[in-house]
């Protein structure tokens, strides 16, 4: 179980100081597949990377399966069993892609295993396995292999940060159809950060983050309508 207690994050910028989480408290039981939604600015990656131990709180508290990792480095963390898929991943020229597949596992992974979390996301190991995670490859290919190694390490609480940004529609279905799975199969906890449809529809829970807090929360079935609602009603003073 994840509890996130009264989370407080600040930064000063040209307009001075400014409020990003702002007494933020979420629990996560074990197995949910959680999205968290929203406006622009409203603190959801944020919120993604303070679990994660990205950024250095200014106040709050964050228990996973019962121990304080507040104080713990991203290491301890990702040893803890808590793995992150970034919005914009990091290149590596000079690895591989089998490379970061094998040190995300922790131990050299045969062809077959390669080859069945890429196919995952939606890539053919022929063509990616021995590429190196530079410049030639576009922004939806890095962000599918980020994915795979997210999978590799086999983490109990997964946390992706739209995981859907820059990847093309048929490598998008893919990724849904593997989140789906990956919930059914196993016992990990999923956090997604998402403003899509159909990854919203695969949650068990939707979080509505908006102003740094949480404004809404609640089962699928309950949430799902509130957001069309609010998304059409907000579409029509627009136009």
């Not at 990616?128 to 109990?156: F, H, N, P, Q």
């Not at 908006?210 to 009603?233: H, L, N, R, S, Y």
Request: aromatic share 6%; hydrophobic share 40%; charged share 25%.
């Amino acid at each position: 179980m994840l509890e996130i207690k009264n989370l407080a994050f600040t930064v000063e910028d040209e307009k001075g100081r400014q409020t990003i989480l702002d007494d933020l408290s979420l629990t996560v039981p074990t197995g949910r597949l959680v999205v968290v939604t929203g406006p622009n600015g409203g603190g959801k990656t944020t919120l993604a990377k303070a679990i994660m131990g990205l950024i250095p709180l200014n106040g709050g508290q964050i228990l996973y399966n019962g121990t304080d990792i507040t104080g713990m480095t991203i290491t301890e963390r990702a040893r803890a069993g808590i793995g992150y898929g970034f919005q914009q991943p990091p290149r590596f020229k000079g690895i591989r892609v089998r490379d970061l597949l094998d040190l995300a596992a922790g131990r050299k992974l045969n062809h077959g295993e390669c080859c069945t979390y890429l196919t995952e996301v939606g890539l053919c190991a022929k063509d990616y396995l021995d590429r190196e995670v530079d410049t030639s490859l576009s922004g939806g290919e890095v962000k599918r292999i980020e994915i795979a190694t997210v999978l590799a390490r086999g983490c109990e609480l997964m946390i992706f940060d739209e995981p859907e940004a820059g990847i093309d529609l048929w490598s998008f279905s893919r990724l849904t159809e593997t989140f789906q799975a990956l919930h059914k199969k196993s016992d990990a906890t999923l956090i997604i950060i998402s403003h899509q449809e159909r990854i919203i529809q695969l949650a068990d829970e939707i979080v509505l983050v908006a102003d740094g807090k949480v404004q809404q929360k609640g089962p699928k079935e309950e949430m799902f309508p509130k957001i069309i609602g609010a998304a059409v009603t907000s579409c029509s003073r627009m136009s």
